[in-house]
């Protein structure tokens, strides 16, 4: 019984440093990732407005390739929404485009659902280093309300690692 009251004790303590650890933690991530891609930006940026597109690259769209999917207006315009409704791991939610600079920059937003509700920002940009070479950057940002903050750092880990594969897709996918 004692052991017991111990074991108690000790989970009660880790969780009450968990919390207050996570009140002097931030809140919000940031994580930004860029890749060159041997091709002209007109014809990568065409082809990265289009949300449809992501089925092809983003890995966060191809882990449930069963998942349900619905589109909302004309893809590549502001905005579109894609609605998803998938697995554990796809969760459900809706990415909108709030905003395009053609040739440059399409901004959108993700509003999930589950695997719990939070808002984030995904942007991604081109820019023109040659005739045939664009830099794409994928920048994701949100915040973590308290105290799931406490995850801030294992969060923007995940997603870089997850950003730069899906952007590897990318580039293998228009190279070829």
Not at 28 to 53: A, C, G, R, T
Not at 68 to 80: H, L, P, Y
Not at 94 to 101: D, G, K
Request: hydrophobic share 45%.
């Amino acid at each position: 019984m004692n052991i017991l009251i111990i074991i108690l004790f000790v989970l009660v303590g880790i969780i009450a440093l968990l919390l207050l650890i996570a009140l002097f933690i931030r809140k919000e991530y940031i994580v930004q990732s860029e890749m060159i891609i041997n091709h002209p930006v007109q014809l990568v940026f065409d082809y990265i407005k289009q949300i449809k597109n992501q089925d092809s690259f983003n890995k966060w769209v191809m882990v449930d390739p069963s998942m349900k999917k619905k589109f909302n207006g004309t893809d590549g315009t502001v905005g579109f929404k894609y609605e998803w409704n998938g697995n554990k791991k796809a969760g459900e939610g809706e990415q909108e485009i709030t905003n395009l600079v053609e040739g440059k920059k399409l901004e959108t937003e993700i509003r999930f659902v589950r695997p719990f509700p939070s808002v984030a920002k995904a942007n991604m940009m081109t820019e023109s280093i040659s005739a045939n070479q664009t830099k794409v950057g994928w920048r994701n940002s949100g915040e973590m309300k308290y105290p799931m903050n406490v995850m801030v750092s294992m969060v923007e880990k995940m997603l870089a690692k997850d950003m730069n594969e899906s952007l590897n897709n990318l580039k293998r996918i228009l190279e070829k």
